[in-house]
């Protein structure tokens, strides 16, 4: 059975791949269910702001899309 990555996990999965697993501090990342509750609660707010971003430009560039077809 596959477990679906929350938008705040992909995030900080994202995060941790970049920094080559390493804070700002140059500390170790931790698992994401070592995590503070409140730090993988602002991964979450952040993951879904990009979400509810994306969304809304690949919506914007569907309907622009459909629009010119009807041209």
């Not at 992909?10 to 970049?18: E, L």
């Not at 879904?48 to 459909?66: H, K, M, P, W, Y």
Request: charged share 25%; aromatic share 8%.
């Amino acid at each position: 059975m596959t477990t679906e990555l929350t938008p705040g996990q992909r995030a900080y999965d994202a995060y941790c791949a970049a920094t080559g697993n390493r804070t700002y501090s140059g500390a170790p990342t931790l698992d994401w269910r070592a995590l503070p509750v409140a730090i993988r609660h602002a991964w979450e707010q952040a993951g879904g702001q990009i979400r509810r971003d994306t969304l809304a430009e690949v919506t914007g560039l569907i309907r622009a899309q459909i629009g010119e077809d009807l041209k």
